[in-house]
């Protein structure tokens, strides 16, 4: 077993990884380390009671907000079956918008289908073993050229090097050897499910997040991919969060690599999975630092950026950021950027800012309109249908910008689209042109 003089295992009173299943590695050490979860704890507020008091959280000290993130932790265990049910109803409720483009969140991509490895593990008959992996005898070199695949490397195999690893992360450690452990750990949580979940509950979790104010580039970015590759286990959403990686992770995006910055998007997205983290994530600072990487990112970086974004403006506070820090100006542009799959993206997110006032204006003034008509007329056939829907959202309640609409030309191609596009399209167009027709 791992020496826990040196390391940020937590206590069994303080972890917050679910108990582990009959079947599963690490059963040599679940005595040392796992104890049944305690009794969840009293139930979040309201979603309203949380927007109304985003502003509060975004003025307290980070001392506070630590205990706001930790009065979160005790709400939101890996296994707690209320987390699980909110998360899915966030789901079940997305918009109309993202219906129209099934693959919207590149994050999508990554999400692995993990029921057959689970169940494969759990349904593992192994003979208890009585004594633990002996540490000296690993090697991490052979990581590099390791075959990870289930049938190469079981979990018994596997174990070792995860605790080897964690070992290797502890604060007296080296900073080069804490490097190295990052990028190995790194490489573990990469593929499978059921590494993942290992690690999650080796205590590696706790032991990444200093890294992510690592003065060291790629200690830095070796971490914060660690986390987002364990992030797609959803056990591990809640672990993380626990262990005060949001503010970290902020740290990242602000001042990291170009690919650190991807990434701890990425992670936060991920992390937005648990509703209650929307909010938080914006009062911790992140939608400035989203909105730089929309006009300075890579492409896969913007569109890490957008959707990040999208998914964060979900709580009405999160818009209003995104609004005083300047989103509109580069969605905007954005929307000409064909061919890149960013233009659908921004489109999205600007159509979710026009929901509020504040967006709307901003929308007008930045010279969306006439960008998204240009898109009716001569975009492809899904951007199109994009900008109708931000169109919708843009004139919806506001009669001077359905004038504008007017004004700009937008009847001729709107009623070329209500010929030739696809149902939903036409559909979009109807009740858009039904909209402008009040004006006469």
């Known amino acids: 077993m791992v020496s826990l003089a040196g390391s940020q295992i937590l206590s069994p009173k303080q972890r917050p990884c679910a108990p582990r299943r009959p079947g599963h590695s690490m059963r040599t050490i679940r005595s040392a380390l796992l104890h049944p979860d305690s009794p969840p704890g009293p139930s979040s507020r309201p979603r309203a009671a949380a927007d109304e008091g985003d502003s509060d959280i975004e003025n307290l000290t980070d001392s506070v907000i630590d205990f706001r993130l930790s009065e979160l932790a005790a709400t939101a265990g890996p296994a707690h079956p209320a987390a699980v049910a909110k998360s899915s109803s966030a789901n079940a409720a997305a918009t109309e918008m993202l219906e ?131 992030s797609l286990e959803e056990l591990n959403r809640s672990a993380i969060t626990a262990a005060g990686a949001i503010k970290p992770l902020v740290y990242a995006l602000r001042t990291g690599t170009a690919s650190a910055k991807q990434n701890a998007a990425c992670a936060l997205l991920s992390l937005s999975g648990i509703e209650e983290n929307r909010a938080t994530i914006g009062a911790c600072g992140a939608i400035a630092p989203l909105v730089a990487l929309l006009s300075a990112g890579s492409t896969r970086g913007k569109k890490d950026a957008l959707t990040t974004l999208y998914r964060l ?72 249908e994009f900008a109708v829907v931000a169109l919708l959202q843009l004139c919806s309640e506001c009669s001077s910008n359905r004038a504008l609409l007017v004004r700009e030309g937008a009847i001729p191609p709107l009623v070329a689209l209500s010929q030739s596009g696809s149902a939903r399209a036409k559909h979009k167009v109807y009740v858009l042109i039904l909209s402008l027709q009040m004006l006469c």
């Open 313 to 384: 403006c979900s709580a009405r506070r999160n818009k209003e950021r995104a609004v005083s820090a300047g989103a509109v100006v580069p969605l905007v542009h954005l929307i000409g950027e064909r061919g890149t799959g960013t233009s659908e993206k921004a489109m999205v997110v600007l159509a979710s800012l026009a929901s509020i006032a504040e967006g709307r204006d901003a929308v007008v003034e930045a010279g969306g309109i006439p960008a998204l008509v240009e898109t009716i007329e001569d975009g492809p056939a899904r951007e199109k």
């Open 100 to 230: 129209l483009s099934r693959d919207f969140s590149d994050y999508s991509s990554f999400n692995s289908d993990i029921s057959g490895e689970l169940e494969r593990l759990a349904a593992a008959a192994a003979t208890p073993r009585s004594d633990a992996p002996d540490l000296a005898a690993v090697d991490l070199n052979d990581l590099e050229s390791m075959d990870l695949s289930a049938d190469a490397a079981p979990l018994d195999r596997v174990e070792p090097f995860v605790l080897a690893c964690v070992q290797a992360l502890g604060p007296d450690a080296a900073p080069d050897a804490r490097r190295a452990a990052a990028a190995r750990i790194r490489l573990l949580a990469k593929h499978r499910s059921d590494i993942r979940e290992l690690v999650g509950v080796s205590g590696a979790i706790p032991a990444l997040v200093p890294l992510l104010r690592s003065t060291d580039p790629v200690a830095q970015e070796n971490a914060v991919t660690a986390l987002l590759n364990l």
